[in-house]
């Protein structure tokens, strides 16, 4: 039997493979899907998924590791494989690749994790050919592996997509309309009231930064500034927004010739070698991204950047992270002006994100220090290489509205119907896809087990707009209540057990001192349910299992204990002080700034 690779993209690109697996019955096709999951209802017997980024089924983890030490040398290096283009794209002292960093990092695992899969496939099975669409990126890294491994490269037979005209109905009255409202909401919430004598400080004021940034401003010895104020009066703004289309079409022009010239060069394609493959023409596809539109969008960044950091003059700025373009290219400014940058922690590190020297959204850290959760954090920057005096543990500033929060779980119990010595349980659904093994296992419980047990009520939380809300009810049957108008926190706090899988949800669960079970990868594994208040499992009985053990009062005691222990490890003291130890942190930093002249 013939056995073939594909790669599906998107929809379009599956509904296409699973057309030829029907018609072509007498061979097996093993389908890649990158950044998508088909719906359980695409199935056919001679298609085989792979599903996850690294294929875990077809690469090793050992395989992983090595893809990502040669994604870091290539996002490193490879503006160096050749003369003179380095120099091009190093802007006002702003190298544009570096601030590009994360998305090559991206951009090259995903090019060797594709090519690596293919390979492997070949070993195992000699392919008969791959399946993919000719003009996509990861086309492009078929059409690579196929010529490699001496293979077919079968295009898929796609009507090509439509595309969408930019700025068809572009009106300059109604632009200026709308952003005018959009800087009078800006100009409301992030007022800058000036201090004389005050130090001024730069604050990305984005999510629960905007607490920090409220609380900064009532502080008498800081002058307060919102970057995202800035984003929007500054550049968003009819003058300006029509300036940047003028800037970023002269500099698009100078990248599009620059990168055409050097990508030509010999010195740079023979160099672009994984497992012997040369994925060079790969990035044909890839780079456009960059030269057309980011660095022309960055130049313009940095102009404005400048310009505000020269006249504001700031000793310190504090950001979501330093590894987003905006905010990096604040970093380096900052670095360039002899501004102190601090970053604060937002998020728990998840095991997916730890990949060579990089921390997603925190390391390599280009800031002068980050102001992190625990020691549990502390401990990960450390191991990839941020240095122990740049790190400082000061609590998670999010979670302070959970220690300064009235909640009134009794009204919220009664609203469901739980009566006195009845149990609640939360699911947390928010950013959960539903059509999964582990979700299809949770569902037949709800609907079974559950029935026979009236003590226990049901509640599901999914996320404001979730559109299939009905059929999610319908599902889960009469056992359980779908809900999304309902804070997470308020359900959180009036319930007696959690289950969930996304990001803080378990964290936040125990420091309102109930039992997490987690089916997912945010939280450390652990299947010693005694005593412990993280219980993870992997299937319905484990669930079973787990939701009686949580749920017995024997076990309380202990699951405080631990819970306490667990908190304090990955989110320091809860007493509602992390914002003010952020701020005392960033004023002392500033105060280091005395006397120095960039």
Not at 200 to 225: A, E
Not at 307 to 327: A, N, Y
Not at 498 to 521: R, Y
Not at 526 to 535: E, P
């Amino acid at each position: 039997m013939n056995y073939y690779a594909a790669i599906a993209a998107n929809e379009r690109e599956f509904e296409e493979i699973l057309a030829v697996a029907k018609q072509n019955r007498n061979a097996i096709i093993e389908c890649l899907c990158y950044e998508f999951r088909p719906e359980p209802k695409h199935v056919a017997k001679n298609l085989i998924l792979s599903i996850e980024r690294y294929f875990p089924e077809i690469i090793s983890k050992q395989e992983a590791e090595g893809i990502d030490k040669q994604a870091l040398f290539f996002t490193r290096n490879w503006h160096k494989l050749g003369k003179g283009f380095e120099q091009k794209i190093n802007y006002k002292g702003i190298q544009l690749a570096f601030v590009s960093e994360h998305a090559f990092f991206s951009g090259f695992k995903d090019i060797f994790a594709m090519l690596k899969a293919l390979q492997k496939l070949d070993r195992r099975k000699r392919l008969k050919g791959i399946l993919a669409t000719e003009a996509s990126f990861m086309g492009k890294c078929a059409k690579i592996a196929s010529g490699s491994l001496k293979t077919n490269f079968v295009p898929l037979n796609l009507p090509p997509e439509k595309k969408v005209a930019l700025w068809q109905e572009f009106n300059v009255k109604k632009l200026k309309e709308s952003l005018k409202k959009a800087s009078e909401i800006a100009e409301d919430a992030f007022f800058v009231r000036k201090k004389p004598g005050a130090k001024t400080v730069f604050v990305r004021s984005r999510c629960y930064l905007g607490k920090i940034h409220k609380k900064m401003q009532l502080d008498k010895s800081l002058n307060v500034v919102s970057l995202d104020n800035f984003l929007v009066k500054k550049l968003l703004n009819p003058v300006n927004f029509l300036a940047y289309m003028k800037a970023r079409a002269e500099k698009r022009a100078f990248f599009m010739k620059a990168f055409e010239k050097y990508q030509s060069s010999p010195s740079f394609r023979e160099k672009l070698v994984f497992e012997e493959m040369n994925f060079a023409k790969a990035l044909d596809q890839y780079m456009p991204i960059f030269s057309e539109r980011a660095w022309p969008e960055f130049t313009f960044l940095i102009d404005n950047l400048l310009k505000e950091f020269e006249k504001k003059k700031p000793s310190g700025i504090l950001l979501w992270e330093d590894l987003v373009p905006f905010e990096r290219i604040c970093t380096l400014i900052a670095k360039k002006t002899g501004t102190k940058s601090l970053v604060a922690q937002h998020g728990l590190f998840g095991p997916n994100e730890k990949k060579g020297d990089w921390i997603s959204g925190y390391a390599p850290l280009i800031a002068d220090k980050i102001a992190v959760w625990g020691n549990q954090a502390k401990n990960d920057l450390v191991s990839h290489q941020v240095e122990a005096e740049r790190i400082v543990v000061t609590g998670g500033l999010r979670l302070d509205a959970l220690h300064n929060r009235k909640f009134n779980p009794e009204l919220l119990r009664k609203q469901f119907g739980v009566k006195k010595g009845e149990k609640m349980i939360v699911l947390s659904a928010e950013g959960i896809t539903f059509d999964t093994d582990i979700m299809n296992q949770i569902i037949e419980w709800i609907r079974k087990d559950l029935g026979k047990t009236p003590k226990k009520h049901f509640v599901t939380k999914v996320k404001k707009g979730f559109e299939d809300k009905k059929k999610w009810q319908k599902r889960l049957g009469s056992n359980a209540k779908v809900v999304s108008d309902i804070d997470l926190y308020e359900l959180l706090n009036a319930c007696d057990v959690i289950i969930g899988k996304v990001s803080t949800l378990g964290l936040e669960g125990m420091i309102l001192g109930k039992p997490f079970i987690s089916f997912g990868v945010h939280m450390p594994p652990n299947n010693n349910y005694k005593g412990k208040g993280v219980i993870r499992v992997k299937n319905r009985k484990e669930l079973i299992k787990a939701t009686g053990i949580a749920l017995s009062g024997k076990n309380r005691k202990r699951f405080e204990k631990e819970m306490e222990k667990f908190v304090y490890k990955i989110a320091y003291k809860q007493d509602g002080k992390a914002t003010e130890r952020a701020i005392a942190l960033m004023k002392k930093m500033m105060e280091s700034n005395a006397g120095i002249k960039p």
